[in-house]
């Protein structure tokens, strides 16, 4: 029998607790390195796993090359979303976001650069925070999620500037527009809401739920992604997935995917998308849908476009969800390999 030592766990019974937190494993988010060859995953166990895309996608990859290059306790509860900078990375989970410097995450014992709380109602609230969207004009990072509001926060300064506030319920998703200062949130009370950041108001209001097309009331009214291009906006969850124009306030395609859609990104000529099921969806603008590429996930809740310049050779779409793998597309065909924590 193995000793262990003093307040550890026995090896073996470390190795059934390990195999049992990957049993029960959600990747709820990703983020790509600005370098574009390192690949952030984080799950609902609070864990950041920062996977080698360079080692994994080399011919002479080994199945080790598939594994976490490091891995690290991030925060106490599920790391739901992040993003990255040139030089940062950001990460969120209950009532507070973490700053991460890239250059030192592949150290071992990387320390967060600092931590943020937005400032809530009251001290006992913890909203989980959803989504994180990155103004790069602004040089200002914003936060959503349980408790309806949109918090705008200076990244030079890190102070909290101004809240948005209009939604019910709590906010799922948002999206830049990026030709305007605009910004576009979805949420559980089945309202996308546009905001102009200048004037820090409400500009627009699509309930998409109340158009009878989109509408299935037995999924239910919530906003659970959505995306935006230019003048047209893509969006899913309860109501079916489906493509607006945002000037007309029209929907103009519904996609006859029956499943509730977690996550969706225009990419090229094509909409993909993701949510229950193990695929990725490949959509035509038109409604067509073009092909559905089986992952390893019972249920996929985000995909990653690695598209950095700097790394080519990496230019791949990951996508993870209800397990602890992370699917690897070399081309949008067929599923390459896995990652996993």
């Known amino acids: 029998m193995e000793r262990a030592l003093p307040h550890a766990v026995p090896l073996g019974q470390m190795e059934v607790f390990q195999a049992l937190q990957r049993l029960h494993m959600t990747i709820f988010s990703q983020s790509v390195s600005p370098c574009g060859k390192f690949l952030a995953a984080g799950n609902n166990y609070g864990q950041i796993a920062i996977f080698s895309l360079s080692a994994a996608l080399s011919s002479e990859a080994k199945e080790e090359s598939k594994k976490p290059a490091v891995t690290f306790q991030a925060h106490d509860g599920p790391v739901y979303c992040m993003v990255s900078t040139d030089r940062h990375m950001f990460s969120a989970g209950d009532g507070e976001v973490k700053a991460w410097l890239w250059a030192e995450i592949l150290k071992k014992g990387c320390k967060e650069l600092w931590h943020r709380q937005p400032p809530y109602r009251t001290s006992l609230e913890v909203p989980e925070i959803n989504a994180l969207l990155l103004i790069p004009k602004e040089n200002a990072l914003i936060l959503a999620g349980g ?8 990244l030079e300064t890190g102070s909290f500037t101004r ?25 559980e009370d089945g309202a996308v809401r546009l905001w102009d950041l200048r004037s820090a108001k409400e500009v627009q209001t699509i ?13 239910g009214r919530w906003i659970g992604c959505l995306a935006t291009d230019s003048d047209w906006m893509v969006c899913g969850g309860g109501p079916a997935l489906t493509l607006w124009h945002l000037r007309s306030s029209t929907p103009t395609t519904i996609f006859p995917m029956r499943a509730p859609q977690k996550h969706v990104t225009f990419y090229q000529d094509l909409i993909l998308s993701a949510g229950q099921g193990p695929c990725v969806n490949q959509w035509q603008l038109s409604g067509e849908l073009k092909a559905q590429v089986p992952g390893s ?20 779409l990951t996508a993870a969800g209800n397990s602890c793998r992370v699917d690897v597309f070399t081309n949008l065909g067929y599923r390459a390999f896995s990652l996993s924590f």
């Open 147 to 154: 408790d309806c509001q949109l918090h705008m926060m200076d």
């Open 207 to 219: 309930e998409v739920y109340k158009h009878e097309e989109c509408s299935r009331p037995h999924n």
């Open 163 to 187: 809240a948005l506030r209009g939604h019910t319920d709590y906010i799922h998703c948002l999206a830049l527009r990026e030709r305007s200062p605009e910004v576009l949130s979805g949420g």
């Open 297 to 316: 996930s019972p249920g996929l809740l985000s995909l990653s476009l690695n598209q950095q310049p700097a790394a080519p050779e990496c230019k791949v």
